[in-house]
Every structure is written in structure tokens, then in C-alpha cells.
């Protein structure tokens, strides 16, 4: 599963070097907000696809904002009820012994992969966090 962390990284340096308070504020809700739907969106794709949850493994990307938001999402986490396990425990999961062979525009998770080769479709985002990143702080 993957959520874009790492795109919070320039605009935070940014909103950090002018001391935007506001802004940060809404950086840190915006990451919780999609993690959060990430989390849900995983679980059931993976329910659909497997008719199970399955070992999620979560792609994060070491930066300054990153180090910032840890503690809260490792907390988001523990909320959701999500068990950490080290990678190798996670791929003795039965979903992670197929390759879907599948290719997207862009890389995907295995979830959207095998969802690709089983002709299903995934649902969109519903926010549009990563278009206003952008912006932010200018």
C-alpha cells in the first residue's frame, strides 16, 4: 500500500522556511487523512480480491516530514489495529506467491496489480491532497 508520502516532503521544507503554521497544520491532517484512506482502500481490495486481509506490506519514504508524521501514523496504525511484522514475515503471505505480471503506468501496488489482472478496477481517490501540494506555500 502506499499513500504518496513522500510528496509532503518539498512542501513542508517550503511552509517550514516561511514558518506557516496553518499550512503545516494542514499537511499533517492531509497525510493522516490519506494514509488513513489508504489504509482502508488496502484492506478492502484486499477482501475483494482474496476474500481475506492479507499482510500489508507499506511503502514510506525517508524525509523531514516523514520523521515528523511517524509517531502519528505508527499511531493510526495501532487505532486500525494493524500488527507490524518484519518484511519476510509479511511475504510468507499466500497473496504475495503470485505475480500478477501486470504492468501500470506509473508502478502500482500489488493490490492494484492483481486487481488489473482479474479485469477488476480500483476506485479513484477521493481527495485531491496531491494537486494542492503543489501550491503550498509558495
Known sequence: MSFDDYAYNDPYA???AKDDKAAIDWLKESYLQRAA????A?????RRLYGRDIAH???LHI???ETVMLPRLLDLLDERRFE???LPEAERDPAYAVDPDVALE??????EQMAKAKGLT???RTDDALARLGGQCR
Not at 484512506?37 to 482502508?40: A, I, K, P
Not at 506509473?106 to 493490490?111: H, I, K, N, Q, Y
Open 14 to 16: 517550503r511552509c517550514r
Open 37 to 40: 484512506e489508504s489504509l482502508s
Open 42 to 46: 488496502a484492506q478492502a481490495a484486499a
Open 57 to 59: 506490506v507499506m511503502l
Open 63 to 65: 524525509g523531514a516530514f
Open 84 to 86: 507490524l511484522v518484519t
Open 106 to 111: 506509473g508502478g502500482a501496488t500489488l493490490l
Open 122 to 124: 480500483t476506485p479513484p
